[in-house]
Nanobody, 117 residues
Framework: QVQLVESGGGLVQPGGSLRLSCAAS????????MGWYRQAPGKQRELVAA???????NYADSVKARFTISRDSAKNMVYLQMNGLKPEDTAVYYC???????????WGQGTQVTVSS
């Protein structure tokens, strides 16, 4: 059974930081591209950051230089360090695991991030 379980969301003031974690199980973690997406109320889900099995990263322009994605293959974990948070970062953040080789695409249940004073 595949599971992606996010944690680390919460309420933070503008300018603050949060670290999201995603624990993956039931997949061959090392061959998956892992990503973080977010969905704000009334908006489409969008890619925030992704990291390939080889460690290549890409980021949405809106979060570059503020957010950092990383992965720990020994622990089957992926992280999103978010610094300099802004109210527009408020959204539900979802962990995603994608394998083109296996044609698989998995999602976590999401974790709420609210940036407000």
């Amino acid at each position: 059974q595949v599971q992606l379980v996010e944690s680390g969301g919460g309420l933070v003031q503008p300018g603050g930081s949060l670290r999201l974690s995603c624990a993956a199980s039931g997949i061959i973690f090392s061959i998956y591209t892992m990503g973080w997406y977010r969905q704000a109320p009334g908006k489409q889900r969008e890619l925030v950051a992704a990291i390939t099995s080889g460690g290549s990263r890409n980021y949405a322009d809106s979060v570059k230089a503020r957010f950092t994605i990383s992965r720990d293959s020994a622990k089957n974990m992926v992280y999103l360090q978010m610094n300099g948070l802004k109210p527009e970062d408020t959204a539900v953040y979802y962990c995603n695991g994608k394998s083109r080789v296996l044609d698989r695409d998995y999602w976590g249940q999401g974790t709420q991030v609210t940036v407000s004073s």
